[in-house]
C-alpha cells in the first residue's frame, strides 16, 4: 500500500511542473511586466532598463523560469498592479469568501445527492426512482449559467426570499449576530444553485453502484442472516456504493471551483473567481497568474488525495 | 418486411427516436425552431441589426418590436434569431472538430493500448485536473479576439472528455474477436481501427457529438456572460443572456435576456432528449421494446 501511495504521489512532481510551465509560458505572452506598475512617465527608457537588468528581467527565459518558481516557493507572488499591493494580500481577502461558498455548497451537493442516490437504487423503476432519474436529466442537460440567471430572476427578484448582490449585509456592523445570519443568508441561494446541478453525476454513480452491488454474494449472506432491508442497504450496500464518491471528490472540487466564476459573477460574490475576472479584464495579469497557479495546485493535490484516500479505503486497488 | 435482415444503425436510430414520443416531439420542435430560425435570420442584414438606434432605448415589447429593445435601440427578436442562428453553428463546429480529435485520440489510445494509452491517459487526467475554464479566460484576452480564434481555444481545451468516452468503448472493442480475426488476415491497424472498429462505435460517438453541442452552448453563454465570448460584433445566444449581467436590466427588462436563456434551455433539452433516445439505439441492452 506505501509504495503505492509513494508512487501516486511522486507523480504529482511531474504534473505541477508542467502546470508551472504553462502557466509561465502563458505569462511570457501576457503584455506587462513586474516594472509595469511601477512606471511613471518621469523616469526614462535608459532608467528602466536599469531596472529590468537589476530585476534580472533580461536574462534567459529557463533563468528567470527558475527564479519565479523559487520566489513562489518562498511565497512572493509579486505585486497587484491594479491594487498596487501584494497578490497574497488582494488573494487572502477574496480566500475566505470563496472557502465558505465552496464549503456550503459541497454540503448541499452531498446533502442531497446521497439520499437521492440511494432511495433511487433501492426503489429502481418505481415512482422515486423515475423522477429522481428525471431531475438528473434536467440538471446534466441544463447550462449553470441558464440555471442561476432563472434563480436569481426567481427567487431574488421576483419572490425576494433571498438577497442576491455580495456576500453580506454592508449596513451590519462586522462580528454582530445579524451579521453572520446575513452572511449565511447571502450563501445559500448561490450554494444550492451550483449544489442542484452539480449532484447529478453523484446520484447516477451511486445508484448505479448501488443496483450493481444488489446481486453480489455478500448481500445474499447478509440477507440470508435475516438482516431487515433497512440495515441491508444502508449499512452494507451504501459503504461499498459510496466508494466512488470517494474517488470522485477530486474532480467534484475541481467542478465545483471552476463553477465559481460563473456564479460569483452572476450574485456579484466578492470571491477568487469575481477577482480571476476583474483581474483578466483590469489586465492584472499577476494576480491572474496567481490565482491560475492556485487552483491548478488545488486540482493536482486534490485529485491525488482522492486517489489516496482510495487506496487506503479500497483493498481490491491495492492488489493489482 | 425481411425478417432475417439485420436493421443498419441508422434505421435503429430512428426507430428508436420514433418509437420515444418524447425523443421525437423533442426533435421536431428543435428542427422547426432551428428552420425557422435560419429561414428568419437569411432575410436580416447583421450590420442592420447591429445598428444603434439611441433613440429608441430599452422599450417595451410592443406590435413593432416582439420582444422590445436593448439600451442602445436593436431589436431584440432580431438580434435573438441572429443570435440563436450563430450560436448554434459555433457550437455545432466547435463540436465536430473536438468529435473528429477526440474520436482519433481515443480510438488510437483504447485499440494500442500500452504506452500510447499511458501517454494519452495521463494527458487528458492532467487536462482535467487543472482549471480548464481560466486558461480558456486567458487565452481569449491572449488572442486576438476573433471567431476563429474563440472555437480554436474552446477545441483545444474540449477535446478530451471526447477522447475519454472513446477510449472506454475502444478499449473493450480492441479484445473482440473480429478485431483479432482482422489482426490474422494482416489488416493494417488504420484500416481496422477506422472500418471495422469505428463503426461499431458510430451511434456512440453520435450521441457524444449530440450532447457536446448542447455543453458547447452552455459553455459559449458562460464565457460570453463574463465578457470573454466570440467578437460582439457578432449576435449570439450568450450576448443576449449577457444583458442580465446588468442587475437593472435583469430585473426591470427581463426581456432582453428571458427568451435567450429560454432559448437555451428549450434547444438543449432537445438535443438532450434526442441524444438519449440515440444511446439507446446504440445500445441493445437498453432499447425499448
Redesign the interface.
Known amino acids: 500500500m506505501w509504495k503505492m501511495i509513494l508512487r501516486r504521489v511522486l507523480i504529482l512532481i511531474p504534473q505541477l511542473f508542467a502546470l508551472s510551465i504553462i502557466i509561465f509560458v502563458m505569462a511570457h505572452f501576457m503584455p506587462g511586466d513586474a516594472l509595469t506598475g511601477l512606471i511613471d512617465p518621469t523616469i526614462s527608457p535608459e532608467d528602466i532598463e536599469i531596472m529590468r537588468e537589476q530585476l534580472g528581467l533580461n536574462r534567459p527565459l529557463y533563468v528567470r523560469y527558475f527564479d519565479w518558481v523559487t520566489s513562489m516557493l518562498q511565497g512572493d507572488f509579486g505585486r497587484s498592479f491594479h491594487h498596487q499591493r501584494p497578490v497574497v494580500d488582494v488573494i487572502g481577502e477574496r480566500l475566505p469568501n470563496t472557502v465558505r461558498l465552496s464549503l456550503v455548497a459541497t454540503i448541499f451537493t452531498y446533502l442531497i445527492a446521497i439520499p437521492m442516490g440511494v432511495i433511487a437504487g433501492r426503489y429502481r423503476e418505481k415512482i422515486a426512482d423515475r423522477a429522481i432519474i428525471n431531475y438528473t436529466f434536467f440538471a446534466i442537460a441544463i447550462p449553470l449559467i441558464v440555471f442561476a440567471l432563472l434563480n436569481v430572476y426567481l427567487f431574488g427578484f421576483t419572490l425576494r426570499w433571498f438577497p442576491i448582490q455580495g456576500s453580506v449585509d454592508p449596513r451590519l456592523a462586522t462580528g454582530t449576530f445579524a451579521y453572520h445570519i446575513s452572511r449565511l443568508q447571502h450563501l445559500i441561494l448561490p450554494a444550492l444553485t451550483m449544489a442542484l446541478l452539480g449532484t447529478a453525476g453523484i446520484v447516477n454513480i451511486l445508484r448505479s453502484e448501488i443496483i450493481d452491488n444488489e446481486n453480489s454474494d455478500y448481500v445474499t449472506t447478509v440477507r440470508a442472516k435475516g438482516a431487515p432491508r433497512r440495515i441491508v442497504y444502508n449499512r452494507h450496500i451504501f459503504r461499498n456504493a459510496s466508494l466512488p464518491l470517494v474517488a470522485g471528490f477530486g474532480f467534484a472540487l475541481v467542478n465545483l471551483l471552476s463553477g465559481t466564476a460563473v456564479i460569483e459573477r452572476i450574485f456579484s460574490f466578492p470571491g477568487m473567481g469575481n477577482l480571476f475576472v476583474q483581474s483578466i479584464n483590469g489586465r492584472d495579469f499577476s494576480t491572474a497568474n496567481t490565482l491560475i497557479m492556485m487552483y491548478g495546485i488545488i486540482g493536482v493535490v486534490g485529485t491525488m488525495l482522492s486517489d489516496i484516500f482510495m487506496i487506503v479505503a479500497d483493498p481490491r486497488i491495492r492488489v493489482k | 418486411m425481411d425478417v432475417n435482415k439485420t436493421p443498419s444503425p441508422f434505421r435503429v436510430m430512428c426507430r428508436e427516436i420514433y418509437k420515444d414520443k418524447l425523443a421525437f416531439c423533442s426533435l421536431i420542435v428543435f428542427f422547426t425552431v432551428l428552420i425557422g430560425v435560419f429561414i428568419w435570420a437569411a432575410l436580416l442584414d447583421t450590420s442592420e441589426v447591429m445598428r444603434q438606434h439611441l433613440l429608441r432605448g430599452n422599450l417595451p415589447p410592443s406590435r413593432e418590436f416582439w420582444l422590445g429593445t436593448d439600451s442602445t435601440g436593436r431589436d431584440t427578436f432580431n438580434l435573438l434569431i441572429l443570435g440563436t442562428r450563430n450560436s448554434f453553428i459555433i457550437a455545432l463546429i466547435v463540436a465536430s472538430i473536438t468529435s473528429v480529435i477526440g474520436i482519433v485520440v481515443g480510438l488510437a489510445a483504447g485499440y494500442y493500448g500500452g504506452h500510447v494509452d499511458n501517454v494519452v491517459m495521463r494527458l487528458i487526467?492532467?487536462m482535467?485536473?487543472?482549471?480548464?475554464?481560466?486558461?480558456i479566460?486567458?487565452?481569449t484576452?491572449?488572442l486576438p479576439n476573433t471567431i476563429r480564434n474563440f472555437g480554436l481555444i474552446l477545441t483545444v481545451f474540449g477535446w478530451t472528455g471526447m477522447a475519454r468516452s472513446i477510449r472506454m468503448v475502444s478499449l473493450r472493442q480492441g479484445v473482440m474477436d473480429y478485431v483479432k480475426a482482422s489482426k490474422t488476415l494482416g489488416s493494417r491497424n488504420i484500416v481496422i481501427m477506422f472500418r471495422e472498429v469505428l463503426p461499431n462505435i458510430l451511434s456512440f460517438t453520435i450521441v457524444n457529438l449530440t450532447l457536446s453541442i448542447?455543453?458547447t452552448?452552455?459553455?459559449e453563454?458562460?464565457l460570453t456572460?463574463?465578457?470573454?465570448g466570440p467578437p460582439p460584433t457578432m449576435p449570439t445566444l450568450g450576448l443576449a443572456?449577457a444583458n442580465?449581467?446588468n442587475?437593472l436590466a435583469?430585473?426591470l427588462r427581463?426581456w432582453l435576456?428571458?427568451p435567450a436563456?429560454l432559448v437555451?434551455?428549450v434547444m438543449?433539452?432537445c438535443?438532450?432528449y434526442v441524444g438519449?433516445a440515440i444511446g439507446r439505439a446504440a445500445d441493445a441492452r437498453r432499447r425499448r421494446v
Open positions: 487526467d492532467f482535467t485536473m487543472i482549471p480548464t475554464l481560466m486558461f479566460i486567458t487565452m484576452v491572449l448542447a455543453t452552448m452552455g459553455i453563454t458562460g456572460f463574463l465578457g470573454f443572456v442580465a449581467a442587475p435583469m430585473q427581463p435576456w428571458l436563456a437555451i434551455l438543449v433539452l438535443i438532450n438519449q
